[in-house]
């Protein structure tokens, strides 16, 4: 074995040698298992329970992730400036409190469409709190020469999660239907926090900053707009969720009202759909030593939703078999761009600017996905859910041609990140950065 292979090797076994990550790769997988049933439990609320139309129930996505819209932007201002742990802390106690409200008002028969728009909705600001937090503190936590096999088992046990949490949420909902279903979600909320306070002594305070909120708020979006690669993956990243955010937002909806399927077998398929994320961790390290770090981003950017064309392909009278294979390869060639895009922009960032950098990523990430997931409510109740599935499929893979032509994919290793000085913010040179060539 050679040295390079031997130090790779001794980096993965490090990181379950070590108690502050597996305290919160511990505390990713429950609140992720838990994140599952919801998913699952509160669409089968509005369709079951309260007899929601296809609109509204494509609205719940809207309302989960419009915080992200909102906040993002000024909430990584603002975790700059403090430690990011107790705010994780705070945020999976908050979470737990707002979900366990929904099985409370269905037993006093007061739950309704509107009391689940406003939970989703604390849910989601509380979510931005945690995610840029999460997402800022784990290059702190185990430093950058480890930041991709991290990610790579973060995101490997998220699908694991997926795997299991469909089969579990249909089984609940089943068992005890779907209102009381998401409580199984506000326990887990509540054990992610008591994980993430379990986690000492890794974090430092941030040098204290006395510029202005708003001209830190510029210096981030400078930052991400004036890196070729950040710029290119968040402008692009963002088109396709616009158009992606459609089919998950329908999803449950087509396969309930166009394909008949009952929650125990939506929950199966969903749960081995996802049995191509659990593939793509474990083979996404050999992978992308073998081709370099970009192509493994751009070309399955542009080649996953072209697979997820397969949902709406699946024949009513039989659909499990294209449905399972299609989503498989779908969710397989998705790991790739997800954990490798996101490794890239936690590696080039200066550490005191990863929460602004990952709030801009955040707003315009998911803060596309309200307009999508409203839109495709709309056109779906216009043209039908399988002509808007497929739509959506094919607009997505049309907004990562850019990716696949970008220098991105040239990139054989992650590069190293820019010293950190000071970076002297006009907004005229944001607007010109912003429109740079990506």
Request: proline share 7%.
């Amino acid at each position: 074995m050679n040295r390079l292979s031997f130090e790779r090797l001794r980096l993965r076994s490090d990181l379950w040698h070590d108690p502050g990550f597996v305290k919160l790769w511990a505390a990713n997988g429950i609140s992720q298992l838990g994140t599952q049933v919801t998913l699952l439990a509160l669409p089968l609320t509005a369709l079951y329970v309260l007899n929601a139309s296809t609109l509204a129930v494509a609205l719940l996505r809207s309302f989960a992730v419009l915080p992200f819209l909102l906040f993002s932007l000024p909430a990584g201002v603002w975790i700059d400036r403090v430690r990011r742990r107790p705010l994780m802390i705070v945020a999976d106690f908050g979470r737990a409190i707002a979900i366990v409200s929904i099985p409370v008002a269905y037993w006093f028969g007061h739950l309704s469409m509107t009391q689940i728009y406003v939970v989703v909705a604390i849910h989601g600001l509380l979510s931005v709190v945690f995610d840029v937090s999460y997402l800022s503190f784990l290059p702190t936590l185990v430093g950058r020469p480890q930041l991709g096999e991290a990610n790579a088992k973060l995101l490997g046990t998220q699908s694991l999660a997926q795997l299991i949490g469909p089969t579990l949420a249909g089984s609940l909902v089943a068992a005890f239907g779907a209102p009381v279903a998401v409580f199984a979600d506000a326990v887990s909320f509540g054990i992610s926090g008591g994980f993430v306070s379990a986690i000492r002594g890794r974090e430092p305070k941030p040098e204290p900053s006395h510029a202005r909120a708003r001209t830190e708020l510029v210096e981030g979006l400078r930052y991400v707009f004036s890196q070729p690669y950040l710029r290119t993956l968040t402008i692009w990243f963002s088109i396709g969720n616009l158009f992606s955010s459609a089919i998950f937002a329908l999803i449950v909806v087509y396969f309930v009202r166009d394909l008949h399927l009952g929650a125990a077998s939506i929950g199966w398929v969903l749960a081995v759909i996802n049995v191509g994320f659990i593939a793509g961790a474990f083979a996404n390290r050999p992978l992308v030593e073998r081709f370099g770090v970009g192509r493994m981003i751009a070309y399955p950017a542009l080649l996953s939703p072209i697979a997820l064309m397969s949902i709406p392909a699946a024949p009513a009278a039989n659909p499990y078999p294209v449905l399972v294979l299609g989503g498989v390869a779908g969710t397989f060639i998705s790991f790739f761009a997800n954990v490798n895009q996101l490794t890239l922009r936690q590696s080039i960032t200066p550490h005191r600017l990863l929460g602004r950098m990952n709030s801009v990523a955040r707003f315009m990430y998911w803060g596309t996905i309200p307009l999508g997931s409203a839109l495709g409510g709309v056109v779906a109740e216009s043209i039908g859910l399988r002509t808007t599935l497929y739509a959506a499929a094919a607009c997505s893979a049309l907004a990562a041609i850019p990716i696949a032509l970008s220098p991105i994919r040239k990139l054989r290793d992650l590069p190293e990140p820019p010293p950190e000085p000071a970076i002297s913010v006009e907004p005229l040179e944001l607007v010109r950065a912003a429109a740079g060539d990506v």
